[in-house]
């Protein structure tokens, strides 16, 4: 039976401000696997990390708790980290998220998850985009025009993708 | 993806596409913003190059260089990016519920 519904499920992006980027996706599974995909590490450790190995180095699922995972790729490693703060069993997450990489941009990562009824499950994962301090300190170092292109350039992406 | 990842996951990378944002430069010039030799700025320029972020045309003996056909800088080049990873990231979760399902779950 699970043949007959088997999942064409895609993502819908949308920008609901300035600074947000929101994704959509249902998922052909009930609320409650779905959650424990997301907050079980063993689970997590089996999907998040792009088929590479990913380490769980923290995760300490409560508010104020702290997170890193590593994941280690054929190009080196790289590491994610932030703090959980909130967490609604089986509802909702609220999370930071900065990458190594880009030290200071960190992300504000709200994941929502919605029972639809019928055993799927509708995630929702919107992500706010560094501090307005951080964004009018660029604009005041000349990055303004810049800036604009990317977005211009980000908006073009956005627009090819369903 | 793993390639603009690498390509940004540098300082003096993402600040060498901040300069580039506000107007072209040659590969000296640059070096001697970022006071490195020519030699370490020309392998951040092609780290940069491979990943599409900048490109280079050479006039006369000068090759000069601007962003590349992405038209994006770090800031933007990372958004992208972490929005790819959200979305994949998605992908595999379908398939891992997929993969487990009926699973001791």
């Known amino acids: 039976m699970s043949a007959a519904t088997k999942s064409a499920n895609k993502s819908t992006v949308s920008k609901p401000s300035d600074r947000e980027i929101r994704i959509e ?3 052909d ?20 990390g792009r088929g590479n190995k990913l380490v ?21 490693k790289h590491g994610f980290e932030g703090r959980f ?41 919107l992500s706010l985009f560094h501090t307005t301090e951080e964004r009018d300190g660029m604009l005041e170092s000349g990055m303004e025009e810049g800036l604009n292109q990317s977005y211009e350039a980000l908006d073009r992406l956005l627009a090819t993708m369903e | 993806m793993d390639r603009a990842f690498a390509a940004i996951s540098d300082p003096t990378r993402r ?7 506000r107007g072209d430069a040659s590969i000296s010039d640059l070096a001697s913003q ?14 940069l190059e491979g990943a599409g972020l900048v490109a280079t045309a050479k006039v006369g003996r000068v090759r000069t260089c601007r962003l590349g056909p992405q038209r994006l800088d770090a800031e933007a080049a990372w958004m992208r990016m972490y929005q790819e990873m959200v979305d994949a ?3 595999r979760l379908g398939k891992f519920l997929e993969r487990t399902k009926g699973g001791a779950s």
């Open chain 1, 56 to 76: 769980i180095e923290k995760f300490e699922l409560e508010r104020g708790g702290h997170w890193r995972f590593v994941e280690h790729g054929p190009e080196g």
């Open chain 1, 85 to 125: 703060r909130e967490v609604t069993p089986k509802d909702r997450i609220v999370q930071t998220f900065e990458w190594d990489g880009m030290p200071a941009y960190v992300i504000i990562e709200t994941l929502e998850l919605t029972d639809l009824g019928d055993g799927r499950t509708k995630v929702v994962t």
């Open chain 2, 89 to 91: 990231r998605l992908d």
């Open chain 1, 29 to 48: 599974a009930p609320r409650d696997r779905v959650w424990r995909a997301f907050t079980d590490p063993k689970l997590l450790a089996q999907w998040w």
């Open chain 2, 34 to 47: 970022f006071d490195m030799t020519l030699t370490g700025m020309k392998k951040h320029i092609a780290v």
């Open chain 1, 25 to 27: 996706r249902t998922f």
């Open chain 2, 15 to 21: 600040g060498i596409l901040h300069r580039l944002g």
